[in-house]
């Protein structure tokens, strides 16, 4: 079982990333995907969260109505599309399910 996080970088104040979590060793239709967060110096943090039909979401209300959580099951892959992203985004980026974490991947919104 495993989760490979990709599409982090350095952006812009204002603009967008879109990060991907690859599952391998298990069917990700069958579980919640979930993204987390970890800025310096801090906790870890819930971001979203998608259900394995893809029809019900949940976001912190830090990220809520710029961030899209989103699946392709046929691709055992899940995203997040990070819109108007703030310095305050910045932070490793996790990927959860099936009581599994990912590595991370660095977003960083810096000018």
């Known amino acids: 079982v495993q989760l490979v996080e990709s599409g982090g970088g350095l952006v812009q104040p204002g603009g967008s990333l879109r990060l991907s979590c690859a599952a391998s060793?298990?069917?990700?239709?069958?579980?919640?995907m979930n993204w987390y967060r970890q800025a310096p110096g801090k906790v870890r943090e819930f971001v979203a969260a998608?259900?394995?039909?893809?029809?019900?979401?949940n976001y912190a209300v830090s990220v809520k109505g710029r961030f899209t959580i989103s699946r392709d099951n046929a691709k055992n892959t899940a995203y997040l599309q990070m819109n108007s992203l703030k310095a305050e985004d910045t932070a490793v980026y996790y990927c959860?399910?099936?009581?599994?974490w990912g590595r991370g991947t660095q977003v960083t919104v810096s000018s």
């Open positions: 060793g298990f069917t990700i239709s069958n579980y919640v």
């Open positions: 998608i259900t394995g039909s893809g029809l019900d979401t």
């Open positions: 959860f399910a099936a009581a599994r």
